[in-house]
């Protein structure tokens, strides 16, 4: 008998040898092909791009991922504690598999076998990390054995706290979001060290299968999960039962933080900045690099540039008259529904959408379907309001077949089923606005003249109405806006702002081609000033003065400015009949306003990757001594500015008071009412097609045009300071409100000269037109009256022969007026 026994263990021992030889044959073969767990050292995932305001303000995220890498020791430990309890209690104490939990799964999976229910795992935090990283997710015993080997492996090879900071940074929560901080900013718009017990509970419960406790899909099983992750909390010693069961009572409080833009009114400007960013380092380092962003945008004034572009624009609009409803649906059933599915305009919310349910002598019956959010879901009202005669007295005026028709009723403009936009009346219960997107478009730049830093952007009316930014994308004509440019190049080249021209008839010949430029009024005023022909923007005086110190000349400053790459050096271009946009304006203009050094415009202060390590700042100013050890009453370190200078000082301080005549007296005179040091000037096109204002104090620049987007008239008398000036003028009223009313400076060695503001010579005591005019040293008034072209027999001289190139300028429109 023991013979027998001891026959059968032999047997036994040599069959189980065997069987363990093949399990590490097996094991040693899976081992061979087992990726390198090394790469989890140089792990960097796709994280989010995050673009900021310059006081801070998130204006937007990009990511094909929404995650936002977070170090282990940023984790809080009751965040921990949560995905312990929910994944893993025993993961600081297991090498890599907790052989307890695996042998109740294998129970269990028995018991189960046959029965057709899903099979239960027991994966650790650690074989998670192994299958998410390095393995697929194929539900087979062989990916499984691998999962269990490379635990192993990485437990040796790495801190338990770097495998729970690779976890909780990896895995997918639904909705998007990657990762524990994405998790947190996604479902409840907080940062992970602000979550509650039962908010880091729930999203403990997601990792199983976020589609399975959806929040408002499945509210109900997702409020069940995250209490056992409670529970198990409670079991586990990290919170108090009293914490457990508080807990428990609170509801789920998701409230999902929206994707896209942010920051109200910031549109324009954060999609220019997502262009730049895209063109600058790629579309992956955009969507997945995890870049901080330092924008150079103001919030507030970003707010006041809306307004007062937005109020320009339709107060131009209306005066056209009403065009019609947005669409017509039908209001025989539940209006609600088809209104539901009409389009608005997401970025202006003053705006509602509504639909007439009937239409009077007395005005509009209308109704409403505003949206409102309730635990996270969109729950839509049915309401209704009245839109007063009053109230939509425009409108009386309305285009029918392109013909503008005067309405007696109300009835007579919309019907019952028309779509249109409303405003809430202030200060009233149910009473609306009648509104109409305008037609009319324009761009608009707020910059700091001293860093090129722009402040604040108007691409259009409404971004959500289109997307294309006619404040940098636009190609449009500056008309007279440009002069300054042409009277900067003079300036500097040995004219003064006394210095006379004819304003009088002059002729272009160019083969069989002749150019006849006309002043806007089409008068013309005999002999004046440099300073009167900007103030009174001229174009006779314009053309002349181009004409008489060379195209070429004004060329080589416009392109030193900025405004364009290459001007044509054709006359017609004096007048601002080539096209660029308003942020090279603006950034000429700011030339003028920074003593004529030149300025690289900017919407980005900073760029800093993943680790915090800056790879792009906008300021190239050097600052010596800025990083003494300490302080040994030594002068204050100043930033040292290598800026060129495009201009001489003393010309960009002679234009500019130049173009504080333009405000005080000249075709901007409506922004003088701000009692205010500025310099500015207007611009108008042919055939009114678009109109300009650009002006600066010492310390802002702000440049707009106004114009539609397949160009075509504005209206007979529309100019630069009557429709583009108010705009102005109501963005400096407030941007400028609570600042102090700097002067412009005058450059040390300027001289100050009372001259003949007629003839441009030396005033006589008394002199009833005398006026205070700047001068280089070495320059002033001159000795004898001379005009600039004029014939030697006192006959208007006509211009030199344009080349024949210059034809189609002249055809296509000439220059500004303006």
């Known amino acids: 008998m023991i013979r027998l026994i001891g026959y059968f263990f032999g047997i036994g021992t040599a069959l189980a040898l065997l069987v363990a030889a093949g399990v590490a044959i097996y094991i040693s073969h899976l081992s061979k092909d087992l990726p390198d767990y090394e790469v989890l050292a140089k792990y960097e995932p ?70 057709g229910k899903r099979q239960v795992g027991a994966s650790t935090i650690t074989q998670q990390v192994a299958k998410n990283f390095l393995l697929s997710s194929d539900q087979t015993y062989e990916r499984k054995i691998k999962e269990m080997i490379l635990a192993f492996r990485i437990e040796q090879a790495y801190s338990k706290d770097r495998i729970l900071e690779l976890y909780l940074n990896e895995i997918f929560f639904g909705l998007g979001a990657y990762g524990v901080a994405g998790a947190a900013l996604t479902y409840f718009d907080k940062a992970v060290n602000e979550l509650t017990v039962a908010e880091a509970a729930y999203l403990a419960a997601l990792p199983k299968g976020p589609s399975n406790y959806h929040p408002f899909k499945y509210a109900d099983r997702a409020v069940e999960r995250r209490n056992w992750v409670i529970d198990q909390m409670v079991d586990n010693g990290y919170v108090t039962q009293e914490e457990g069961a508080k807990a428990k009572a609170e509801p789920l409080g998701v409230k999902p933080r929206r994707s896209g833009t942010y920051l109200f009114a910031g549109e324009y400007f954060t999609e220019e900045v997502r262009r730049q960013i895209s063109a600058r380092y790629g579309e992956n380092a955009l969507y997945e690099g995890g870049l901080s962003v330092r924008t150079t ?9 809306r307004k007062a572009m937005q109020n320009g624009l339709m107060k131009f609009d209306t005066l056209r008259g009403y065009r019609g409803p947005v669409k017509t649906i039908s209001v025989s059933g539940d209006w609600g529904v088809p209104l539901s599915e009409v389009k608005g305009l997401d970025d202006v919310p003053e705006w509602s959408l509504a639909v ?20 996270g879901e969109l729950v839509r009202d049915r309401i209704e309001g009245t839109v007063s ?82 404040a940098t994308q636009a190609m449009r004509q500056p008309g007279s806006s440009f002069k300054p440019i042409v009277y900067s190049a003079a300036l500097d080249n040995g004219y003064t702002p006394a210095s006379v021209i004819m304003d009088g008839p002059i002729t272009i ?3 069989n081609t002749t150019w006849t430029p006309k002043n806007y009024d089409g008068r013309t005023a005999g002999p004046a000033t440099l300073r009167s022909g900007i103030e009174r923007s001229r174009n006779l005086m314009t053309v002349r003065l181009a004409n008489d110190m060379g195209m070429k000349l004004v060329a080589e400053y416009a392109e030193r400015f900025g405004v364009y790459d ?24 700011s030339i003028m306003a920074n003593g004529g050094k030149s300025i690289k415009p900017t919407l980005i202060d900073r760029i800093q990757d993943r680790y915090g390590k800056t790879v792009y700042r906008q300021d190239e100013r050097g600052c010596e001594n800025c990083n003494a050890a300490e302080w040994q009453n030594q002068p204050e370190p100043e930033l040292i500015d290598n800026s060129e200078q495009v201009l001489d000082p003393m010309t960009a301080y002679q234009i500019t008071s130049m173009m504080e005549g333009v405000v005080e007296r000249g075709t901007g005179a409506t922004v003088a009412e701000l009692g205010r040091h500025i310099a500015g000037k207007t611009g108008t096109t042919n055939d009114e097609k678009d109109t300009w204002f650009i002006g600066y104090t010492p310390n802002l620049v702000v440049g707009l045009y106004m114009g539609y987007d397949q160009p075509k008239g504005l209206g007979k008398g529309a100019t630069g300071g009557g429709l583009a000036a108010p705009i102005f003028k109501d963005f400096m009223r407030v941007a400028l409100d609570g600042t102090p009313n700097v002067d412009f400076q005058v450059p040390e060695g300027m001289k100050l000269i009372a001259i003949n503001r007629k003839t441009g010579m030396a005033a006589n005591p008394g002199d009833p037109g ?49």
């Not at 921990?80 to 294998?106: C, M, Q």
């Not at 007439?356 to 635990?375: H, N």
């Not at 002033?780 to 005009?787: L, R």
């Not at 006509?798 to 080349?803: C, D, E, F, K, W």
């Open 46 to 115: 796709p994280v989010t791009t995050r673009i900021h305001a310059s006081d801070g303000a998130l204006m937007a995220e990009y990511a094909r991922e929404r995650r936002l890498y977070l170090p282990i020791q940023a984790v809080p430990d009751r965040v921990k504690a949560a995905f312990l309890s929910a994944e893993d209690k025993n993961f600081y104490n297991h090498p890599g598999i907790d052989v307890t939990g695996l042998g109740r799964a294998v129970m269990v999976n028995l018991q189960n076998f046959g029965s």
């Open 356 to 375: 007439v349910l009937d239409s009077s002598e007395s005005g509009l019956s209308i109704g409403l379907r505003p949206t409102r959010q309730i635990s």
């Open 770 to 818: 005398a006026f205070i005019e700047a001068f280089k040293p070495g320059t002033g008034p001159a000795d004898s009256y001379w005009v600039i072209g004029m014939g030697a027999d006192g006959s208007n001289a006509s211009g030199g022969a344009l080349s024949p190139q210059a034809n189609q300028a002249i055809q296509s429109g000439g220059g500004g007026l303006y």
């Open 509 to 511: 010949k160019s083969g």
């Open 389 to 470: 005669r009053d109230d939509m007295s425009f409108a009386m005026r309305h285009v029918v077949d392109g013909k503008t028709v005067k309405a007696k009723s109300p009835a007579d403009v919309l019907k019952p089923g028309d779509v249109i936009f409303v405003q809430k009346k202030e200060g009233t219960d149910g009473a609306y606005i009648l509104r109409q997107a305008p037609e009319v478009e324009g761009g608009m730049i707020a910059m700091d003249p001293h860093t090129g830093r722009v402040l604040a952007m108007v691409g259009g009316f409404s971004y959500s109405q289109s997307e294309f930014n006619r």
């Open 297 to 305: 945008l103001d919030p507030k004034m970003q707010l006041i540039a």
């Open 566 to 589: 290459r001007l044509a050096p054709y006359l017609p271009m004096a007048l601002g009949s080539g096209e660029t946009t308003v942020m090279r304006m603006v950034s000429a203009y």
